[in-house]
């Protein structure tokens, strides 16, 4: 990531959060999204000797085109980011008078992704007499819908945390979050020149796995759904097909209750062509 961020003139956290509007853009189906962002708000050198907390959080929005690459996703970002900065001495509070969003007791006004980037370039946490470790703990519940937290340690590893509403997320969605994450920045180091529209976010492993599974859509175009299940079921009768809950269906179980569903309708006088409503 440090690599690509220094070829095309921008910062690692540049690079960080355009991958997070891209994959939030891929989930939301949205183009117009905006995202807070915690910033340090020293711009005055009286205020470096100072202990105390002056941090302030900056809104960055971003319009989307799906026709557009990454690195012109990456140029706004960057724009974006300087503006910010530019205005970071302007309370959160105050922005928030003066626009009047819609309020809800459950969301934070304007936005409801943060996303925030922690670098510590020293690989000695002392000074003097004093010595200082970081402090593991838990949070009871999240002040955001998607915390993404990146932190860069001395040897230049980035790692990241997500923290989330447990009320509109499942710890598995977010662990493929960051996955996906991970793949994006991936695919984005081999070609940022990809349109947004035909960034992928599965692996070449994950992709290679659904061609197998699936099969070449050539070949499949003109199949109907079931017809690709029952394909699968006598291929890979043992794989699970679906999960809801704690229980499994594998593809052989599955197609097994088609057939049987089939027959029921068949003998209710069902025939082909005819429609047949569904309560779900």
Known sequence: VAKFSTENSVTVF??????????????????????????????????????????????????????????????????????????????????????????????????????????????????????????????????????????????GIISLSIEYSTELFEEQTIQNMAEQLENILDALANNSQQKLSAISLLSDEQQNEVLKLSGSYADQQHQTIHALIDAVAKQKGDQIAATIGENEITYKSLAERSDLLAGKLYQRGVRKNDLVAICM
Do not use: C, W
């Not at 962002?37 to 900056?58: C, H, K, Q, W, Y």
């Not at 969301?107 to 980037?117: A, E, M």
């Not at 007499?129 to 970081?134: A, D, T």
């Not at 838990?138 to 002040?143: C, Q």
């Open 14 to 155: 540049n690079s960080l959060t355009a991958a997070v509007y891209v994959l939030l853009h891929v989930y939301s189906g949205q183009d117009d999204i905006t995202v807070g962002m915690p910033i340090a708000n020293r711009m005055n050198s009286d205020l470096e000797g100072i202990i105390g907390f002056f941090a302030n959080t900056v809104v960055s929005r971003i319009k989307l085109d799906r026709n557009e690459d990454f690195l012109q996703l990456l140029q706004k970002v960057k724009t974006e980011s300087i503006n910010s900065q530019d205005h970071q001495n302007v309370p959160f509070e105050k922005v928030v008078d003066i626009v009047q969003p819609d309020r809800e007791l459950s969301k934070t006004p304007i936005f409801q992704v943060l996303v925030n980037y922690l670098v510590n370039r020293e690989k000695s946490s002392g000074t003097g007499s004093f010595n200082m470790k970081p402090f593991q703990y838990e949070h009871d519940s999240s002040k955001f819908d998607l915390h993404f937290s990146f932190f860069e340690n001395a040897d």
